[in-house]
C-alpha cells in the first residue's frame, strides 16, 4: 500500500518558518492535485493549500500571504513553506494527493507547534 511520507514538522516560535516537505512511498500513477490539510488539537481537519499539475493553488484564506505550495511533479513531491508563524498554525499537518483514477492517499501526518 502506496502511503505519502511527510517531514519538516516541528517545534518554531511565533514568525518563525517551517518547510514541509510530502513524497510518495513508492510509485502513484497520475497524481494531480496534492495538498497539504490540518487538524488543529480538538477541531476538524482543514484545507490549507493545493497545487494542481500544471501549478494552478489555492489557499485558505487564514494561511495567504505567509504560505507557499510549490510542488516537483518529476519527484511526486509537494512543499509547504510556512513563515511568519502563529499560534493558531498549530496542528498536524496531513500530505494528500489524488490519483487521476481518483484515488485519494494521505500521510500520517506531522506535527507543527508554534510557541510563543
Known amino acids: 500500500q502506496v502511503q505519502l511520507v511527510e517531514s519538516g514538522g516541528g517545534l518554531v516560535q511565533t514568525g518563525g518558518s517551517l518547510r514541509l516537505s510530502c513524497a510518495p512511498s513508492?510509485?502513484?500513477?497520475?497524481?494531480?492535485?496534492m495538498g497539504w490539510y490540518r487538524q488543529p488539537p480538538g477541531k476538524q481537519r482543514e484545507l490549507v493549500a493545493s497545487?494542481?499539475?500544471?501549478?494552478?493553488?489555492n489557499y485558505a484564506d487564514s494561511v495567504k500571504g505567509r504560505f507557499t505550495i510549490s510542488r516537483d511533479n518529476a519527484k511526486k513531491t509537494v512543499y509547504l513553506q510556512m513563515d511568519s508563524l502563529e499560534l493558531e498554525d498549530t496542528a498536524v499537518y496531513y500530505c494528500n494527493a489524488r490519483s487521476i483514477t481518483g484515488v485519494n492517499y494521505w500521510g500520517k501526518g506531522t506535527l507543527v507547534t508554534v510557541s510563543s
Open positions: 513508492g510509485s502513484i500513477f497520475g497524481i494531480n492535485p
Open positions: 497545487i494542481t499539475i500544471s501549478g494552478s493553488t
